[in-house]
């Protein structure tokens, strides 16, 4: 409805570009005010007001991030003979996270208001200055768009309009003068940019800064009784350092002959300074991560394959094309000599989603000279030890849910003038698959329905509902994804068959009882979609 009175007032591709904006906010409020509602992500400990960047799954939220896991497991470790799944402890030996770099290195610049005492992100405070000149462009855009009507060349208006022309140098005068002093980690000259752009606290509106500081990202507490550095340990930020200490370990207890992947999915946290966007970015997060161990040269294949296979998996579950793009970094991380994000289209626009890395080897080689122990691979073919190569899978579970809802969320006005907010959600992930209804609470018709949920259930995760009417049970169902509805009435006393009612075109047929799991599985199980 509120996209549909903007599309309205937007008539040229500039005045597009403001009013979607609008939107996409409008978007991301609805959905999560719907995941809330509806029982799939609640604020944390909200009773105390919550946490911020803290979010709980519940009862369907934890359904629907189960059925992505599993889609994931299934994905990387079933169904590659080559790969397998460890599960390993969110506390590690406190080196791990000197050898990984993530103790000297795993910093965001901050800076604090000193009157509001507000913190900040330094860069994000920068980009946001940049964000707001950006839109000065588009609405000069705009002016020009209302001025010239069909006759306005926009391709030519931004090449040449004085305004336009001084704002775009500004931009990349300042993401200039951002990227050097970061890249040389020079914290003063991003402190002098932003007294010079005379950025101010969006609280207290003061320019009264502190200086910049590099704030690590690690979650730190103790361990045991012992106070001080020596017991200091961390929260792990990443799942990955676990599959890496593992490598020897799962190589040779498993006889994995390389190349073999180590498969991972479990929390991380990091203490983000601007968290914010719902799940997208959050303190404590899971992650759904795979380490490649090939051989050194054969890096960039993987590297390829593995890109090319998890945009696949993203793919096969229809979200839309168009709703994905890769990103490619060009400036790479010390250890990596490729990398790439897959970018989703997110109520706040593309952003990323996964990431993969070729990870060289970097993290093995950083563990053999902290630990003193040899992280090798005896490869019978070279008659030749090495330490492995390593590309990296790395897939945010918060935000695939964060993708997969705000996607399948629509609200929709149907031919006789009402409305209804439908999840549609691809069946292999929907919380519930089927929901059992019995069209009247007599005639023995809930206890029909019940035959019929137990024949169901140990198959499919059912929901069983006899309150209200029909039409407001399926309104129930698509708001929370059920594909399918099994009604129970009077002509199932008589002929044993019921009606499936289909979430999504809501058109219904009638089939027999007998029939109804063959059916459904056909429709809803992972399988066909790992094997599509
Ligand atoms: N082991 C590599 C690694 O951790 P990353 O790009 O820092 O790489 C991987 O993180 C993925 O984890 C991201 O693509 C994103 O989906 C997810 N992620 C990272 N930080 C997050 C946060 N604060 N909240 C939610 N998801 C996050």
């Given amino acids: 409805m509120v996209g549909f009175f903007y599309a309205l007032e937007c008539t040229h591709a500039n005045l597009f570009y403001l009013c979607a904006m609008q939107q996409k906010d409008d978007i991301l409020k609805e959905v999560i005010s719907h995941a809330k509602e509806y029982g799939f992500v609640f604020p944390s400990s909200e009773i105390y007001d919550g946490l911020s960047a803290t979010y709980d799954y519940g009862q369907l939220g934890s359904l629907l991030k189960n059925n992505i896991k599993e889609y994931w497991w299934k994905a990387m470790v079933q169904v590659h003979d080559n790969i397998v799944g460890i599960d390993a402890a969110i506390f590690m030996h406190p080196t791990t996270w000197k050898a990984s770099g993530h103790v000297d290195a795993f910093n965001d610049p901050l800076i604090d208001n000193k009157d509001s005492k507000k913190r900040y992100r330094a860069d994000v405070l920068i980009e946001e200055h940049i964000e707001k000149i ?52 020079d914290l003063e000259g991003v ?33 045991g009784s012992v106070a001080g550095d020596a017991a200091k340990i961390y929260l792990r930020p990443e799942t990955a350092q676990g599959i890496f200490v593992n490598y020897l370990n799962v190589q040779k207890t498993g006889r994995m002959k390389i190349p073999f992947g180590i498969a991972q999915i479990g929390k991380a946290f990091r203490n983000e300074i601007v968290a914010r966007q719902f799940i997208f970015r959050m303190r404590e997060f899971e992650q759904m991560e795979m380490q490649f161990f090939v051989r050194p ?35 790479l991380a010390h250890y990596a000599n490729a990398a790439a994000d897959i970018e989703f289209n997110f109520p706040m626009g593309f952003k990323e989603l996964e990431g993969i890395h070729s990870r060289t080897d970097f993290d093995l080689k950083q563990h053999e000279e902290y630990s003193g122990k040899k992280l090798q691979y005896f490869d019978p073919e070279l008659n030749e030890n090495y330490v492995p190569y390593v590309v990296e899978t790395s897939i945010g579970l918060d935000r695939m849910f964060l993708a997969v ?63 209200d009417s029909p039409g407001k049970r399926y309104r129930r169902q698509d708001a929370i994804g059920t594909p399918y509805c099994i009604m129970i009435d009077h002509q199932t006393m008589e002929d044993n068959t019921v009606t499936i009612r289909d979430r999504d075109t809501m058109e219904q047929e009638r089939i027999t009882i007998a029939e109804l799991n063959a059916i459904i599985d056909q429709k809803v199980n992972m399988k066909y979609l790992l094997m599509d």
């Avoid at 932003?194 to 361990?223: H, Y």
């Avoid at 009402?418 to 089927?434: C, E, H, I, N």
């Avoid at 007599?442 to 024949?455: H, I, M, S, T, Y």
Wanted: with cysteine.
């Fill in 134 to 185: 950006r839109q000065k462009i588009e609405k000069e855009v705009a002016k020009g768009i209302k001025r010239f009507g069909d006759d306005f060349d926009e391709a030519q208006f931004r090449a040449t309009n004085p305004n336009v022309l001084r704002n775009a140098k500004k931009i990349e005068e300042i993401e200039g003068r951002m990227k050097e002093s970061l890249g040389n980690d």
């Fill in 191 to 223: 402190y002098n940019l932003i007294v010079d752009l005379e950025i101010a606290c969006p609280i207290s509106g003061s320019k009264n800064w502190t200086e910049v500081r590099q704030f690590n990202l690690m979650f730190s507490t103790e361990l």
């Fill in 297 to 331: 040269g054969e890096e960039m294949k993987w590297y390829d394959y593995w890109k090319e296979h998890r945009m696949q998996w993203h793919q096969k579950l229809g979200l839309g094309e168009a709703n994905y793009r890769f990103h490619d970094h060009i400036k």
């Fill in 405 to 467: 809802l705000s996607t399948a969320y629509t609200h929709e006005t149907l031919e006789d003038g009402s409305t209804r907010s439908v999840l549609s959600l691809p069946p292999a992930l929907a919380p519930y698959k089927v929901a059992v209804m019995p069209l009247t609470k007599k005639d023995g018709l809930p206890e029909k329905a019940k035959e019929v949920l137990n024949k169901l259930q140990y198959d499919f995760s059912c929901q069983y509902d006899e309150k």
